[in-house]
């Protein structure tokens, strides 16, 4: 069995990744925003607390995910629709924890089919500051840190899931696609037989079919650009 960290874990697709992947039998650590979190999910692990828009909590998280030891996936799903707290939440945050956490099996990172709306101009840290980076830019900045650390962590098995338009608190009641659908994608490449999963890395995934993403999260300028972004931002610099 895996041991899983799913952030975002109270609620919406995180919370059903979460306790899907407990019920089969798999060590699963959630991570919510604060002890006063609703919906913290029963039967994991361990739970563990942190505010994703503020990086010293999410260095703190990478900490204590450190002290229970080598994870052998990582989902980063937490992630916010709208407001000052999108960048940091759907791009810094996954950015940091793979800096300070003890690389992984496997990292898992949400997309969404709406990063294909995004902006093929990267962000510059000043534009991070400013906290008015759009849900698709934001998207698409994931996507492409996902296919960059693919190729700069080639042990890692790393990919990217577009769960779909699905009917949880971010998505609406009147979304369209399956829930149930839109947490297998993540749950299979966490745990999957190695030889299932092709390509073995550096995918973009929506229903466990592989699909080409925006030509800008496969550009390495673009990619070289965010990275350095990032680092300048948080004054941390991803291990190579």
Do not use: C
Request: proline share 6%; no cysteine.
């Amino acid at each position: 069995m895996a041991l899983i960290l799913v952030t975002g874990a109270s609620s919406g697709l995180g919370r059903e990744t979460a306790v899907a992947l407990a019920a089969q039998g798999h060590d699963v650590v959630g991570h919510v925003r604060s002890f006063g979190s609703r919906g913290a999910p029963e039967g994991l692990a361990e739970i563990l607390h942190a505010d994703l828009a503020r990086q010293d909590e999410t260095l703190e998280l990478a900490a204590q995910a450190n002290a229970i030891g080598v994870f052998d996936a990582v989902i980063h799903n937490a992630g916010v629709l709208s407001g000052a707290d999108v960048a940091a939440v759907n791009i810094v945050a996954p950015y940091l924890l793979s800096t300070a956490m003890t690389r992984p099996g496997r990292a898992v990172f949400l997309s969404s089919s709406m990063h294909r709306s995004g902006s093929s101009t990267p962000p510059t840290a000043a534009a991070l500051l400013s906290g008015r980076i759009g849900y698709e830019d934001s998207k698409l900045q994931v996507t492409a840190f996902s296919m960059a650390l693919a190729h700069w962590w080639p042990e890692v098995m790393v990919h990217a899931v577009d769960p779909g338009w699905v009917p949880t608190r971010m998505g609406g009641p009147h979304a369209p696609d399956s829930l149930e659908e839109g947490h297998r994608t993540q749950e299979w490449i966490a745990t999957a037989d190695a030889a299932e999963i092709s390509p073995r890395t550096g995918g973009y995934w929506h229903h466990r079919r592989t699909w080409r993403p925006h030509p800008a999260s496969l550009d390495t300028g673009y990619q070289d650009a965010l990275l350095a972004a990032l680092a300048e931002y948080t004054s941390r610099i991803l291990p190579l």
